[in-house]
């Protein structure tokens, strides 16, 4: 995995989210209001729904489409609904964020 510097604390609202491109797709950079970061992709497990346009409650995310639930610690729908989102390894270092992604493959030719 390669850690890749992606801004500041300060870029993020609490109890709000900002989208990262990356070569492994379109990741979901959240922060609550005691200020914890967590990363997933910013896809619905349902309807494939942007959560980073969700509402952050406690250690959670609503999505805006369908109101379902998702754990930012571990990605899974919570209550009676069935599904997880992949979650990304987050780094904190002073008012920096890094995230961990799984290298681009390089293609000789």
């Keep these: 995995m390669t850690w890749i510097e992606i801004g500041s604390t300060t870029?993020?609202?609490?109890?709000?989210?900002r989208c990262v491109?990356?070569?492994?797709?379109?990741i979901a950079v959240f922060r609550t209001m005691d200020d914890q970061?967590?990363?997933?992709?910013?896809?619905?497990p349902h309807k494939g729904g942007p959560l980073s346009q969700g509402i952050v409650h406690g250690t959670a995310v609503?999505?805006?489409?369908?109101?379902?639930?998702?754990?930012?610690?571990?990605?899974?729908?919570?209550?009676?609904d069935?599904?997880?989102?992949?979650?990304?390894?987050?780094?904190?270092?002073?008012?920096?964020?890094?995230?961990?992604?799984?290298r681009a493959l390089r293609r000789a030719g």
């Design 11 to 17: 870029d993020i609202p609490r109890r709000g989210a």
């Design 21 to 26: 491109e990356t070569p492994q797709g379109r």
């Design 37 to 44: 970061f967590f990363a997933t992709e910013d896809r619905c």
């Design 62 to 80: 609503t999505c805006p489409l369908h109101n379902w639930v998702i754990s930012l610690e571990t990605g899974k729908a919570l209550g009676a």
């Design 82 to 102: 069935e599904g997880s989102v992949p979650t990304i390894p987050l780094r904190r270092e002073g008012e920096r964020l890094f995230l961990a992604l799984e």
